[in-house]
């Protein structure tokens, strides 16, 4: 993790995001004074479940895996978050501790944002705060369906769920699936490493995916929404 300061080239002058566009020009001034721009390495924990939360993060650059932890060490992935999106928002509605980890797959710009400034704008701008209850309230609704997925579709069903939905992210990011392990698959699709593996290579056989190194390309996408609908 590095902290970037304004002589960095990578130094963040305004924030361009859709969301901030809302804030009038005193609440842009006070995001500015409580942001600190951050570069997180591959590998690094943006995040940490259980621990104190006192800032909320917004993805500037690079992609992040959300994911709750278990016993055992054991772990099941919630999302891939991508730029433009926040990690955190719960701790501003609820709580101090961030309830879920996240980890960086490629090197990744990130804004902390204070907490109490994200709060004091949302008090003071309905548009604002209207836009983060809505993203708030898209990211319950993808866990309610990702409980669902969980609690009652096969491992097909949900390996495929889970190649589905990492492919949607290949068109703006085409290097996705090299950035993930089959570990990381796994846990997308609540199995084991091995399991997933033999999953694969099962598909691949059949030509319904095809693997190349780490990389994953869909050959048959019809074939998984019914695999995912059937579960």
Same mark, same amino acid.
């Given at each position: 993790?590095?902290?970037?300061?304004?002589?960095?080239?990578?130094?963040?002058?305004?924030?361009?995001?859709?969301?901030?566009?809302?804030?009038?020009?005193?609440?842009?001034?006070?995001?500015?004074?409580?942001?600190?721009?951050?570069?997180?390495?591959?590998?690094?924990n943006?995040?940490?479940?259980?621990?104190?939360?006192?800032?909320?993060?917004?993805?500037?650059?690079?992609?992040?895996?959300?994911?709750?932890?278990?016993?055992?060490?054991?772990?099941? !992935?919630?999302?891939?978050?991508?730029?433009? %999106?926040?990690?955190? /928002?719960? =701790?501003?509605?609820?709580?101090?501790? *961030?309830?879920?980890?996240?980890?960086?797959?490629?090197?990744?710009?990130v804004?902390?944002?204070?907490?109490?400034?994200i709060?004091?704008?949302?008090?003071?701008?309905?548009?604002?705060?209207?836009?983060?209850?809505?993203?708030?309230?898209?990211?319950?609704?993808?866990?309610?369906?990702t409980?669902?997925?969980?609690?009652?579709?096969?491992?097909?069903?949900?390996?495929?769920?889970?190649?589905?939905?990492? !492919?949607?992210?290949?068109?703006?990011?085409? %290097?996705v699936?090299? /950035?993930? =392990?089959?570990?990381?698959?796994?846990? *997308?699709?609540?199995?084991?490493?091995?399991?997933?593996?033999?999953?694969?290579?099962?598909?691949?056989?059949?030509g319904?995916?095809?693997l190349d190194?780490?990389?994953?390309?869909?050959?048959?996408?019809?074939?998984?929404?019914?695999?995912?609908?059937?579960?």
């Amino acid at each position: 993790m590095k902290t970037i300061t304004a002589q960095d080239i990578e130094y963040l002058c305004d924030i361009n995001a859709p969301c901030f566009q809302a804030l009038a020009p005193k609440e842009m001034d006070l995001i500015r004074t409580s942001k600190t721009q951050v570069q997180f390495r591959k590998g690094d924990n943006l995040t940490k479940q259980g621990t104190f939360a006192s800032y909320v993060l917004f993805m500037a650059k690079g992609l992040a895996i959300q994911y709750v932890e278990g016993d055992n060490n054991k772990s099941f !992935n919630l999302r891939i978050i991508q730029p433009g %999106e926040f990690v955190g /928002l719960s =701790s501003v509605f609820s709580g101090n501790t *961030f309830n879920y980890s996240s980890i960086a797959i490629s090197d990744c710009h990130v804004l902390l944002v204070e907490k109490s400034a994200i709060s004091h704008v949302i008090e003071q701008n309905g548009m604002f705060g209207l836009g983060l209850i809505r993203r708030y309230t898209e990211q319950n609704m993808n866990l309610f369906e990702t409980l669902r997925t969980v609690l009652y579709k096969q491992m097909m069903g949900r390996m495929a769920e889970s190649l589905l939905y990492i !492919n949607t992210m290949k068109e703006h990011y085409p %290097e996705v699936f090299t /950035l993930l =392990s089959r570990k990381h698959i796994a846990d *997308f699709a609540a199995i084991t490493t091995e399991s997933a593996v033999k999953i694969l290579k099962t598909l691949d056989k059949e030509g319904i995916i095809k693997l190349d190194g780490k990389d994953i390309s869909l050959l048959n996408e019809p074939y998984l929404h019914d695999l995912k609908l059937k579960g």
